[in-house]
């Protein structure tokens, strides 16, 4: 069955940086895009970054551009999103999902969390 | 962009209906698509192309289309079905936008 592992989350100070890894296992990793949402503490749910299969094209929600990157290594069936400048509003729980012909968010991990503070 | 509208909250009892509905005039040309969310849990996918159930979600679950709205229904609510739910939609221009969500509460 299809598995999303989030990891990389924890504590940082406004204007640091981490990378969010999701390993995929399941599907044929090489084959489908994948994208990064978030939810703020008290919030609701805000696309944040998407990529193509085979990592060609990126696109990020305003509020990140320039600040995150997202990337994938398909050899090792995993997907990243390295943030940096990270600011007061970057803290979420952050979800790596999996798209599909049929759904934009088939499968979703269970999300890391992020926290930025001083 | 747009924004998709969803009310806050819906509380039913259990064994009632719950509708959860959602809108935008978008919803007219694009598929809109469920998502359920429980603490600490992977979000889930229950409802896709507006009236597509995902295989392993039951069968009270069930969506519907009309002009700018569509709505989630819930037959038969149970406990477990108390979650937070999102609806959400494609934009043209390769972006994706949710709603607001809608708290599910089943007294």
């Known amino acids: 069955q299809v598995q999303l592992v989030e990891s990389g989350g924890g504590v940082v100070q406004p204007g640091g940086s981490l990378r969010l890894s999701c390993v995929a296992s399941?599907?044929?990793?090489?084959?489908?895009?994948m994208h990064w949402v978030r939810r703020a503490p008290g919030k609701g749910l805000q696309w944040v970054t998407f990529i193509r299969f085979d990592g060609s094209k990126k696109y990020y929600t305003d509020s990140v551009k320039g600040r995150f990157t997202i990337s994938r290594d398909n050899s090792k069936n995993t997907l990243y999103l390295q943030m940096n400048r990270l600011r007061p509003e970057d803290t979420a729980v952050y979800y790596c999902a999996k798209d599909s012909a049929e759904a934009e968010f088939e499968y979703w991990g269970q999300g890391t969390r992020v926290t930025v503070s001083a | 962009s747009y924004e998709l509208t969803q009310p806050p909250s819906v509380s039913v009892s259990p064994g009632q209906t719950a509708r959860i509905t959602c809108s935008a005039d978008v919803l007219a040309k694009q598929y809109a698509f469920w998502y359920q969310l429980k603490p600490g849990q992977a979000p889930v996918l229950v409802m896709y192309k507006d009236t597509e159930r995902p295989s392993g979600i039951p069968e009270r679950f069930s969506g519907s289309s009309s002009g700018t709205t569509v709505t989630l229904t819930i037959s038969g609510v149970q406990a477990e079905d108390e979650a937070d739910y999102y609806c959400q939609s494609p934009d043209n221009s390769a972006l994706w936008v949710f709603g607001g969500g809608t708290k599910l509460t089943v007294l």
């Open positions: 399941g599907f044929t990793f090489n084959n489908y895009g």
